[in-house]
């Protein structure tokens, strides 16, 4: 809270965007607490740090986990009280405190519930970067379940454009998703990255995981609405970008823990 504290009550800022948090499903499983803390006191934080200062705006980012095993495609109104992980759990406590702020002292928020955002220099330890690294360096693919589960993998790119352009709507509290609205298998990721690489994918099967879903899948239809928003990414060319940039940084992306 004082390093927060020390940045926002000496400057003049005119909105917060909270992109801080301990993401992953399965670690969540393994170290619930490092997850409560960050993602829910660490949310409190800022909150506490934007009423102080008098910041009118708050721009959450949140996570399309929250779904758990409703219906596809997910649409804001969706229940989400019934997270499956303790990732999921602490990312809906963050949404519910950013609800009371709102409600509580005015303050205007949009909350977006990201669907596995992918791209250069992604989080080592998402599927994306996971698989490009074992196809590349000839290493097994480790799938857990028989691969055919979907993700609705959204291009960085297309969200921090989606970012930035709440930033610019007059509204006092919105839930948005941001997504590709086109899910793919995890198969058919492994094909093309094993296509645009150039590389033969070895798979290793492995059990389920019982906090994994077996699809997500964005209706954007409040992106389009409110935000004039769609993904310009398709998979194909955020694949061959993300590849690129791990073959240019590969001395170092090859031996990052994962």
């Not at 919105?174 to 198969?187: A, Q």
């Amino acid at each position: 809270q004082e390093e927060i504290d020390s940045v926002l009550d000496h400057g003049n800022f005119d909105a917060v965007i909270n992109l801080a948090a301990r993401a992953g499903v399965r670690d969540s499983v393994m170290d619930p607490w490092i997850y409560y803390e960050t993602n829910v006191s660490g949310t409190l934080n800022l909150l506490e740090g934007s009423r102080r200062n008098g910041i009118a705006r708050f721009v959450q980012a949140s996570t399309s986990s929250l779904y758990g095993n409703n219906k596809v495609p997910f649409t804001e109104d969706d229940p989400t009280d019934r997270p499956l992980s303790p990732y999921a759990a602490s990312k809906k406590a963050a949404e519910a405190l950013c609800h009371s702020y709102h409600y509580l002292y005015g303050v205007k928020m949009t909350i977006f519930r990201f669907f596995t955002v992918y791209g250069p220099a992604g989080r080592p330890d998402l599927s994306i970067f996971r698989f490009i690294r074992w196809i590349v360096e000839g290493q097994p693919v480790q799938l857990y379940g028989d691969g055919h589960q979907s993700r609705d993998f959204t291009y960085v790119d297309d969200v921090a454009r989606g970012l930035t352009q709440s930033l610019n709507i007059d509204r006092e509290y919105e839930v948005i998703n941001l997504g590709s609205e086109k899910p793919h298998s995890l198969m058919e990721v492994i094909a093309e990255i094993g296509s645009i690489s150039g590389r033969q994918p070895i798979l290793e099967f492995l059990p389920p995981q019982v906090a994994d879903v077996p699809a997500t899948w964005a209706d954007i239809t409040k992106a389009e609405e409110i935000l004039d928003w769609r993904p310009e990414t398709d998979m194909s060319t955020g694949l061959r970008r993300t590849i690129e940039w791990y073959m240019a940084n590969r001395e170092i992306a090859r031996n990052v823990a994962i």
